[in-house]
């Protein structure tokens, strides 16, 4: 239903020009005033989308009504009506906006032929403004699941750096790869409502706008900060604590979180680096300290010896692939009688054993275990408790792997790309692949990358392109219909991913194309 405003002096001019409009638009809802200044004080109750406006009246003539109408209600589109066809009305009536214009006199026929063009105009400008009014609600709720994709795989180390851009793209934000930065890691040690804390400091960082939220894994909510040029790391770090230490959700579990920070980095690319100090800093927060910087803890604390070498690391890999659990456990106990006897304090001894058990969980990951991120508990008094507690989670680990180990499969590759291929047209994130296969978002971002030897991203984006060159095989798309249909929303950006994939842009992939089937 369209709204039409006819403005005129003359009632019959009025009345005939309502009967004309009604004849050929037998739906719309038209309204009358006498002169201009009639008009405006119409407009906000009646809200026109078009106001057929006669130029010469009195009281307020129509340039003037225009102008000031124009300034409220940007929106509305007018066509002029007057039977001074000169060069200088039609100047100022375009300044203002005006679409078209009718002569006095003028035959039914070309009344209605102006009207209904502009009509058309005004449909396809709402159809375009519901079109991203329900795009960009539907980004609205892909955003916090997109950022979780990105935080995820950046801190595995699982995402393609030509292609992070195009899933930076739909947050709307522009390429940090030259920006300098840290992690954040909120821990829990007990919390009623996870889910309820995750979306109020989803939230949060969408009202601050420098930092990307983490999904919540083992208790722990990693975020990633982009630090401004003009504020220094401990500053900006300090009020992102602040923030989130004034929030309700976090204000009511003080005893329960704690929160660790990483060392800066200069790219997106390091950032996993910061996420495992962090993690290391939020282990040594107690409560006393509610938060702890990883520079802080380790300041003091530069051993003479290499505890965790690349050598011992990779005889920890061996007896893992070998399942010698019990060797491993007591090479890494003998760890524990090393610094003890080299005098290191408690709290220092647990950091580095931390490193030590962490090493092996990421290595049991990369076999598919889900298995919550092991901590030690916040009061280890003794270095006797401290081999207890290492057995302990060493134990636990040792159980998830042996009940829970999986092999990656053929079927599950399968499923997974033939659901990319049927859902590439939408915005597919780690979190609905991984619902879809039910397997953790972290374990098919790497299955992914190792079974098919490119990330999802990757595969995905490869899907879209060969779809689009497909649609370009004929003249019944346009290059903009096409970016849509295939799952872009910006169809600019579709451009610089095209000419990316393909090595041009896909006006000249079409032109080509179109020149050899001649």
Known sequence: MLNILIVDDEQIE?????????????DAVIELAKHGQAAVELVPQFKPDLIIMDIKMPVMNGLEAIECISASYPHIRYIMVTAYDTFEYARQAIKLGVKDYILKPSKIAEIQAVVGRVLEQIQQERAEQERHAVMHQKLDKMIPIVEADIVTQL???????????????????????????FVLVIRLRSYDSPEKLLQAVKLKFRQLGNGWVGAMSGGCLPIIGFLEGNRSFRSQAASIVHELNSMTELRMQQQSICIGIGEPRQALNEVRYSYQEALLAAAASNETAKYSYYADIHRDNQASVKLWSREKEKRIQEQLRLGMWDALTSSILQVIDQLEASGMKL????????????????????YGIETELPFYPFQIHTFKELRLETERLLLRLREDCE??????????????????????????????????????????????????????????????????????????????????????????YFSKVFKKVCGMAPTEYRKAMNSTSQ
């Open 14 to 26: 009025r009345e005939g020009m309502r009967a004309i409009l009604l004849r050929a638009y037998p």
């Open 155 to 181: 801190l595995y180390d699982h995402v393609h750096e030509v292609h992070l851009d195009e899933m930076i793209n739909l947050l709307g934000e522009s390429m940090r790869w030259n920006t300098d930065v």
């Open 347 to 366: 709290h220092r001894a647990q950091q580095h054993m931390l490193e030590g058990i962490w090493f092996v969980f990421y290595e049991i990951s990369e």
């Open 403 to 492: 009940c829970n180990r999986k092999q990656p499969h053929i079927d599950v590759i399968h499923k997974m790309k033939q659901f990319i291929v049927e859902n590439s047209h939408r915005e597919l994130s780690l979190e609905m692949i991984s619902g879809e296969v039910g397997l953790s978002p972290f374990y098919i971002s790497k299955l992914f990358k190792e079974q098919i030897g490119i990330g999802y991203i990757d595969f995905l984006t490869e899907c879209r392109i060969e779809k689009a060159k497909k649609m370009m095989s004929t003249a019944a798309y346009s290059l903009k219909e096409i970016a849509y249909e295939v799952g872009y929303n910006d169809p600019n």
